[in-house]
């Protein structure tokens, strides 16, 4: 065999080796690659979430969408609080940011109970924004220095929340809760999950029967 014949089936040979090798280490990393669908898609809870309860490892997951805004929700206020008295241990509370855009304040209220977040007090400006709604709800304009003055009567480091309010990312959480409620089906709020099953409210007490149904079911 001519030596330069050789030399182009060695090329040849060496080519289909390195392509071969290429297919292998493609297949490889695309099946250690993580799938963005397992984490990246809608969820109903995510790790970042607001617990306010956190029950039993067999705890009945109960998820609300809310705006601070939002009468029904301000009138599911102190439903929801004697539920959680109620079921304490049983249930996990867990509540996720859904501004509706009719509501001016909404998004500012939500953006303050970020911010109190970042200090560990979101319970404590949940509690306030409920409590006070009727002050501060259905205004014409937004009223930040409103909710930064529940943070100050909250003792909370005021430079902090400043610096958390004028950060984007601040407001990038709230909008995220936002999305996973819409691709969840969520249009208005109040609107729960129970162990990640849409609850469909029709009656007054149909979240304390869905609970009580999950808890002793």
């Given amino acids: 065999m001519k030596t330069s014949v050789k030399a182009t089936l060695i090329a040849i ?8 090798v290429g297919i292998v280490y493609a297949i490889t990393q695309r099946a250690a690659a993580p799938d963005p669908s397992a984490d990246g898609g809608p969820q109903v809870v995510r790790s970042d979430s ?13 998820v609300e969408f809310l705006d601070f805004e939002c009468e029904a929700c301000g009138a599911f206020y102190p ?3 004697e539920l959680r008295e109620t079921y304490a241990g049983d249930i996990t509370y867990v509540v996720r940011y859904f501004p509706l855009p009719g509501h ?12 109190a977040a970042q200090q560990d007090r979101f ?22 220095e409103v909710f930064r003055g529940f943070a100050e009567e909250l003792g909370l480091d005021m430079a902090a929340y400043d610096a958390a ?3 984007p990312a601040t407001r990038a959480r709230v909008e995220a809760d936002m999305s996973d409620g819409e691709t969840l089906g969520v249009s208005s709020t109040p609107s729960f999950f129970i162990d990640g099953e849409p609850l469909v409210l029709q009656e007054w007490d149909d979240l304390e029967q869905a609970i009580e149904k999950a808890v002793n079911g």
């Fill in 79 to 81: 439903v929801v609080e």
């Fill in 50 to 62: 607001h617990v306010l309860d956190e029950g039993a490892a067999d705890a009945v997951t109960v």
């Fill in 13 to 20: 040979a060496v080519a289909v080796v390195l392509l071969i």
């Fill in 165 to 167: 309010i004028a950060d």
């Fill in 123 to 144: 319970e404590d400006m949940y509690h306030r924004l409920f409590e006070t709604q009727a002050q501060w709800g259905e205004n014409s304009a937004e009223t930040p």
């Fill in 104 to 115: 001016v304040n909404s998004t500012q209220a939500a953006l303050a109970a970020e911010a």
